[in-house]
């Protein structure tokens, strides 16, 4: 076994500035995922029992299936770093649980 240490510096050009990660915004990132999850399947379970009754309301269909694909795309757009964002998805679909919760 060799006695050198590994020296990192080689690695860091100083071009770019380290990356400090933390637990607090790394888990509020995953929260607010498991959010929008539960919004897009609160509308998914909304759609479906529409669409099973006779006479369903095809524009309330139109409307969640709209709003489910915005949430879909929130998701998939939402990075750990944007702090901001994450806290008004976290605040936004809490909310929205609550009521598309109370629909069912």
Known sequence: MSSERHDPKPYNT???????WSDNPTVDYEAALQLVSRVVAAYGALITREQSVPGPDLEAIRNWT???DEFVARRESLR????????RI???????????????
């Open 80 to 87: 750990v770093g944007d702090t901001a964002e994450v806290s």
């Open 66 to 68: 709209k709003a489910k």
């Open 90 to 104: 976290r605040a936004e679909c809490s909310e929205l649980i609550a009521e598309l919760g109370a629909r069912r």
């Open 14 to 20: 100083g071009k770019v500035a380290p990356i400090a």
